[in-house]
C-alpha cells in the first residue's frame, strides 16, 4: 500500500482541518478511508432536459447560458432577506434559479457563463415564469480554481451523481467534491489483493476500475444496478469483502479444528436408560444430527457445533444425550441459556429426564443463588444455569461439554469465557431461532453445522388468523370455546424497552379486561418486573391448570411448554418482528390438540403487514427467516453487533448468495493449500485490517 493512502485526510486539498473533524465524524481518517467510503445511492443528471419541454414539480437537469445576475430584496419590511436570482437561456425558453441569503454567489457567476442546473421545476404565477430554488450546479468557464468548479469535468449535475451519508456542516457538494480529488489522484495507490487466478476464473473487473465507477459511475452503468447494488462494480468489491470475511472464519475454523480436546469414549448405557424412558422415538433428523456430535465428541479434536432446529424440533433431547456422553466418561456438562424462566425450564425438563439415573444436576441464576445452596466450585454432573455461570469466582471440578442456548444473545466475549471453566471442552451451540443457510454459514462459519429439519409426528400445525380490534367477539368467542375443552390460553402484550411501563400497564389493564368478560375463569399475570420467584409460581400454576388465561408479556417467548395451552393471542401484533412472533407461536401446539394463533392488529406500516401475512401463509421457521430477511435486510436481521463479526459496507447477505457460496468454498479450499495465506501476502494484510482483534476473540470463543 502506498504511503499516500495513510496520509491524514486533513492534507487533501480542499479539505484543511475544520472539515477533516467534520469528515472523522464519518469515520473518514486517512485517504484511503475516503476511497472506501460509497455512495448509499445515486441519481440519474445525466439527461439534459430542453426548457421548452421542463414541467412544474418534475426534478430536470437542464444547461444554458446565464443571461443576467440579480440580487433581489423581495419584501422591504425584511432588507435581511436577499434572494440571488440567475436567469439563464438555452434558446428554447428561460428559467431562473434562485438563492436564499447566499449573495456571495453573484461573485462566482458572470452573464455569459454556460452552466449545468440540478433541481425541482416550480411555476411562479405573479409573471416570474419557470424557478428552480437552490439548485445544484455546475458552471463551465476558463476559471478551473473556485471551489464551486473543482474540475472542467461534470462532477454534480449532467452524469449519474452519487449521494453519500453526510455529517451538519458538511454538503453533498462539498463532500463530492472531495472524493471526486480523492479517487482521481490516489485510487492508483489501491493494490490488488486478489490472487490473480481468482480474478481469472470468475472474470472479476479490476478493483480500480470497480472502485472508481462504484464513486463516479460510467454513463452506461444502469441506475437500478447501482441503487441496488448489483453493478459488476459493486460486485467485485462484494465479492472481496465476502472473501475477506469467510477467509477469517475459515483461519478461526482451522484453529479450532486443530486444538486438543477430549476423546470422549463411552458405551452409551445412560442414553439407553434415557431412551427407555422416553414415550415417543427420535426423529430421523435428531438421529443424524446426534450422530455428528458423537463423532465430533469421539475426535481428539475440540467440538464446535451448531444445532439449529425450529421451536419443538427436540433439541433439547440431543443435547441431553450429548451431556450424558460427558457424564459417562466422567466429565461435567453445562448448559447455560440467556433468561432465568429458559434456565429454570431446561433444568425442570432435565431434571425430571435423569433424576432416577443417579446423576445430579445444580440450577445456577442470578436469583437462584441465593436460593440453592452453591459452592464456589460446582461438582454436579450437569449445571444448568445463566450467564451466572460463567461469573467470576464459579468454577467446575472437571468441565467437558459447554451447550449454549440460544446463543446470538450472548457476545463473543461471554462465549470464550464459558469455554475457560474448563480445559479445551467441546462446544455445542444450540438456537431454536431460524437463520436461513446463507446467513448462518456467515454468522457461524466458523462452526461446523446441523440442523433438525423434522418436527415429531405427532406435532400439528397451528392454525393463525390475522384480526383487527372489530374483530375481537370472535376472539371472545374462541376463549370461551378453548377454555370449555379444559384448554388454557395465552394473551401476549408487547415489550419495548422505552416504554416498558406503558406497556405492562396494557397488560394489567387487559387482564382487568379479561376478568369482568370471563368471571367464572382465573386470569393470571406474568412480566419481566416481577421477582422471578412470583414468575416461576405464576407459571407453576398455569403448568398446573390452576390457571385458564395467562397475560404476559414476552418473557414468554422461549422455554414455557405448556401442552395444554392451545390458544395464543398476540395484542398489537403489528409491533413484533418475524422471528419473536414464530418463537412466540412456538408456545402452543405442543400438545395433541389442535392450537391455535391469533395475531390482532391495530394497523401498523407496510412491513408489518408483510410480516403478519407471511406468518398467516406458513409455520415453516425456514422459510419465515427467509422472509424476515428480505424485509428487514442483513444488518437488523443479523444484529452484527452482537455477533462480534466485522461490519459489511457493500456486501449484502440477502443479495448476495451466490457470490457468498463461491467465496466461501474459495476461502475454505485457500485456507486448505495455504494454511496461514503467507504466499498470497496482500491478501493476509487485508484479512487482517478486516478484521482486526475480532480474530482472537473468536478462536477462543
Request: net charge positive.
Amino acid at each position: 500500500m502506498g504511503k499516500e493512502l495513510l496520509s491524514p485526510v486533513q492534507y487533501i486539498k480542499g479539505v484543511g482541518p475544520q472539515r477533516a473533524k467534520l469528515l472523522d465524524h464519518l469515520g473518514i481518517k486517512t485517504v484511503k478511508d475516503v476511497i472506501f467510503y460509497l455512495p448509499y445511492r445515486y441519481e440519474d443528471r445525466s439527461s439534459i432536459k430542453k426548457i421548452s419541454h421542463i414541467k412544474p414539480e418534475e426534478t430536470n437537469t437542464i444547461a444554458g447560458k446565464i443571461l443576467k445576475t440579480d440580487i433581489i430584496t423581495p419584501n422591504p419590511k425584511r432588507p435581511k432577506l436577499k434572494i440571488f436570482e440567475l436567469t439563464v437561456s438555452d434558446g428554447s425558453g428561460l428559467v431562473k434559479a434562485k438563492w436564499f441569503n447566499q449573495t456571495y454567489l453573484k461573485k462566482i457567476f458572470k452573464p455569459g457563463q454556460e452552466v449545468i442546473l440540478y433541481g425541482t421545476i416550480k411555476y411562479n404565477y405573479w409573471g416570474a415564469g419557470f424557478e428552480i430554488i437552490n439548485p445544484e450546479y455546475e458552471i463551465f468557464d476558463d476559471n478551473d480554481d473556485t471551489e464551486s468548479n473543482p474540475s472542467a469535468s461534470c462532477i454534480h449535475t449532467g452524469r449519474i451523481v452519487p449521494i453519500y451519508r453526510s455529517t451538519e456542516g458538511l454538503s453533498q457538494k462539498q463532500l463530492r467534491s472531495i472524493m471526486f480529488s480523492v479517487i482521481n489522484s490516489s485510487v492508483s495507490e489501491i493494490s490488488d489483493p486478489m490472487p490473480p487466478e481468482i480474478i481469472k476464473a470468475y472474470n472479476l473487473p479490476d478493483l480500480q476500475e470497480s472502485l472508481s465507477n462504484v464513486h463516479f459511475p460510467l454513463q452506461t452503468c444502469l441506475l437500478n444496478d447501482l441503487n441496488n447494488g448489483t453493478s459488476p462494480f459493486h460486485g467485485r468489491l462484494a465479492f472481496d469483502e465476502l472473501l475477506t470475511l469467510q477467509l477469517g472464519l475459515a483461519l478461526i475454523k482451522k484453529d479450532k479444528m486443530l486444538a486438543k480436546g477430549i476423546a470422549f469414549s463411552s458405551d452409551g448405557r445412560l442414553i439407553k436408560k434415557l431412551l427407555n424412558k422416553l414415550s415417543f422415538n427420535l426423529t430421523t433428523a435428531q438421529k443424524r444430527v446426534f450422530d455428528d456430535i458423537l463423532k465430533d465428541m469421539q475426535s481428539p479434536y475440540a467440538m464446535n457445533r451448531l444445532m439449529q432446529g425450529d421451536v419443538g424440533s427436540g433439541k433439547t433431547i440431543v443435547a441431553l444425550m450429548s451431556m450424558l456422553i460427558a457424564v459417562e466418561c466422567g466429565y461435567q456438562a453445562a448448559l447455560m441459556a440467556p433468561t432465568e424462566i429458559l434456565a429454570e425450564q431446561h433444568y425442570i425438563n432435565i431434571h425430571k429426564l435423569i433424576e432416577d439415573l443417579e446423576l445430579k444436576a445444580h440450577l445456577l441464576t442470578k436469583s437462584s443463588k441465593n436460593r440453592l445452596k452453591t459452592a464456589d466450585v460446582i461438582d454436579a454432573d450437569i449445571a444448568i444455569g445463566t450467564h451466572a455461570l460463567i461469573q467470576e469466582g464459579v468454577s467446575f471440578k472437571k468441565l467437558g461439554l459447554i451447550i449454549i442456548d440460544e446463543q446470538h444473545r450472548f457476545g463473543v466475549m461471554q462465549r470464550a469465557t464459558f469455554r475457560k471453566k474448563g480445559t479445551n471442552p467441546d462446544t455445542l451451540i444450540m438456537t431454536a431461532t431460524p437463520i436461513p443457510r446463507t446467513l448462518a454459514l456467515t454468522l457461524y462459519g466458523d462452526l461446523d453445522y446441523s440442523v433438525i429439519d423434522e418436527l415429531p409426528p405427532n406435532r400439528r400445525p397451528v392454525i393463525t388468523k390475522l384480526f383487527t380490534e372489530k374483530q375481537k367477539n370472535h376472539i371472545y368467542k374462541l376463549i370461551e370455546e378453548e377454555t370449555q375443552k379444559g384448554r388454557q390460553v395465552y394473551v401476549v402484550y408487547p415489550v419495548i424497552e422505552e416504554s416498558e411501563k406503558t406497556d405492562l400497564k396494557s397488560a394489567i389493564t387487559g387482564r382487568e379486561r379479561l376478568e369482568m368478560l370471563f368471571p367464572h375463569l382465573k386470569v393470571g399475570l406474568i412480566h419481566g418486573r416481577m421477582k422471578p420467584i412470583e414468575r416461576e409460581e405464576v407459571m407453576n400454576d398455569f403448568k398446573e391448570g390452576n390457571i385458564h388465561i395467562l397475560v404476559s408479556t414476552t418473557v414468554i417467548e422461549v422455554g414455557v411448554d405448556v401442552p395444554n395451552a392451545t390458544l395464543m393471542i398476540i395484542i398489537h401484533a403489528e409491533r413484533f418482528g418475524l422471528a419473536q412472533l414464530h418463537q412466540l407461536r412456538g408456545r402452543v401446539g405442543r400438545g395433541g390438540s389442535q392450537s391455535y394463533c391469533i395475531f390482532l392488529s391495530y394497523g401498523g406500516s407496510e412491513d408489518s403487514r408483510k410480516r403478519l401475512n407471511v406468518m398467516v401463509k406458513t409455520s415453516d421457521g425456514f422459510k419465515i427467516a427467509e422472509e424476515d430477511l428480505n424485509i428487514r435486510g442483513p444488518g437488523e436481521f443479523l444484529g452484527t453487533k452482537q455477533s462480534g463479526l466485522p461490519d459489511l459496507k457493500v456486501a449484502n447477505l440477502a443479495r448476495d448468495v451466490k457470490i457468498l457460496d463461491i467465496v466461501r468454498r474459495e476461502a475454505f479450499c485457500l485456507v486448505e493449500r495455504d494454511p496461514e495465506i503467507k504466499n498470497y501476502t496482500e491478501l493476509r494484510k487485508s484479512i487482517e485490517d478486516f478484521w482486526g482483534k475480532r480474530i482472537e476473540l473468536f478462536k477462543t470463543a
